[in-house]
């Protein structure tokens, strides 16, 4: 059995609707819950105070810049935790 990510149905959302985005809000920022969008930022920071503000819990939702597929900026993080 394939597990799958905790925000499969906004990832989802967002894949299916990139294009869409980006041709109507390149460079701003979608918050995603729920499998929808709700609303566009100019920054992601705008996008995480508006997700607290609608009271969403961390880890529920998904924010995205708004670019064509294969332009995104892809980071990785690294722990030193052993």
Known sequence: MQKRHLL???IDFFN??????????????VLIYQ????????T???AYRAAKQE??????????????PGEEKKVIFHSRIL
Do not use: M, T
């Open 55 to 68: 009271g969403f819990r961390s880890g529920a939702f998904l924010i995205r810049q708004c670019v064509h």
């Open 16 to 29: 299916k609707h990139q294009d869409e985005f980006a041709a109507q809000h390149y460079s701003e920022y």
């Open 44 to 46: 992601g920071g705008d």
């Open 8 to 10: 499969h149905n906004e």
């Open 35 to 42: 499998g929808s969008h709700r609303g566009f930022y100019k």
